[in-house]
């Protein structure tokens, strides 16, 4: 009897630990991580991706699960630590995904998770109080080699931060850094007058700017994005600081396959769908959709980018 019963035991256990299996799967909600605080606009893109995932897919439920913190790496260490049968997956962002491993402080690496595939950019913009005199980069370099500023960013190793530094090495200037909690801290400081400039992302601002709340005097980037398109570049202004950050989907690795194709289908299906896209303009979320390989790959490129950085100038 007592045999028996330890039998029975042994394959209750491994029952219970086995991820779940596509053919029964999904039988409760779905847990989203998101290392961000609510409100934002990584908690708002997957709040958007994910009410269309369940819309498109009858069974499929989600809850969403901030997890902020250093710069992310709490929520992102959350995912990497879940149990991999499906009920926990995630939303990560760049680069703070990777600059973390770069600067070893995170306790997972790219092969701790499963691809699912990327869902929207955001470019990287510099943005001051309204009624800043700092009307431009040059003027933001003229008047840090004239008095310390002080300048917030998302964190240590952040796109934010990457961003400044950047800046920082080409004007050079050196800010009085500021690293902030989350872009609602930093927006608060903008129209609150308290920063004299900010390095953010344009979702974050572009509202405020056009509400005339706030001042963004360039775009990170080579060419003029394409929501902004009166806003000079930094590289038409004289300084070649590039910075955009990435929001995809991922799931813990030992995930098993059957349930990572589903959803990694289900990511792709979404990104691509006409009345998601039509919300996420309305609420500037800029999509780029990759499927889980092709976001694997930038990623990697990512983070070999980053290393460089990273050895030159360590955070």
């Given at each position: 009897m007592l045999k028996k019963s330890i039998i029975a035991g042994l394959v209750?256990?491994?029952?219970?630990?086995?991820?779940?299996?596509?053919?029964?799967?999904?039988?409760?909600?779905?847990?989203?991580?998101?290392?961000?605080?609510?409100?934002?606009?990584?908690?708002?893109?997957?709040?958007?991706?994910?009410?269309?995932?369940?819309?498109?897919?009858?069974?499929?439920?989600?809850?969403?699960?901030?997890?902020?913190?250093?710069?992310?790496?709490?929520?992102?260490?959350?995912?990497?630590?879940?149990?991999?049968?499906?009920?926990?997956?995630?939303?990560?962002?760049?680069?703070?995904?990777?600059?973390?491993?770069?600067?070893?402080?995170?306790?997972?690496?790219?092969?701790?998770?499963?691809?699912?595939?990327?869902?929207?950019?955001?470019?990287?913009i510099v943005a001051v109080p309204k009624d800043s005199k700092i009307m431009n980069l040059a003027d933001l370099a003229k008047m840090a080699k004239a008095k310390p500023l002080t300048v917030a960013v998302n964190g240590i190793g952040s796109d934010d931060f990457l961003a400044a530094k950047s800046f920082e090495a080409k004007a050079g200037v050196t800010f009085n850094l500021l690293p902030t909690k989350g872009s609602t801290e930093q927006k608060a400081g903008i129209l609150g007058g308290h920063f004299d400039a900010a390095f953010m992302n344009l979702s974050q601002m572009i509202a405020q700017h056009k509400a005339g709340?706030?001042?963004?005097?360039?775009?990170?980037?080579?060419?003029r994005d394409e929501n902004m398109s009166e806003m000079p570049t930094s590289k038409e202004q004289g300084y070649e600081v590039y910075m955009t950050a990435t929001r995809g989907m991922v799931a813990p690795a030992k995930i098993d396959k059957a349930i990572l194709d589903q959803l990694e289908a289900m990511v792709v299906k979404a990104v691509n769908d006409p009345d998601f896209k039509a919300k996420a303009k309305k609420g500037n979320i800029y999509l780029a959709p990759m499927n889980g390989a092709d976001y694997l790959s930038y990623l990697k490129g990512l983070q070999a980018d980053t290393q460089a950085v990273y050895d030159k100038a360590p955070w």
């Open positions: 209750l256990s491994v029952a219970m630990a086995a991820p779940a299996m596509a053919g029964s799967y999904p039988s409760k909600a779905i847990t989203v991580i998101v290392p961000s605080k609510a409100g934002g606009s990584t908690d708002r893109t997957a709040r958007m991706i994910t009410e269309t995932m369940k819309t498109q897919n009858k069974g499929f439920e989600f809850v969403i699960k901030d997890i902020p913190g250093s710069g992310g790496q709490k929520g992102f260490e959350a995912i990497n630590r879940a149990r991999p049968d499906g009920y926990t997956i995630g939303l990560v962002f760049t680069p703070q995904l990777v600059a973390h491993i770069v600067s070893k402080r995170a306790r997972y690496t790219l092969d701790s998770f499963r691809i699912l595939g990327n869902v929207a950019q955001d470019p990287g709340d706030a001042r963004i005097i360039a775009i990170l980037a080579a060419d």
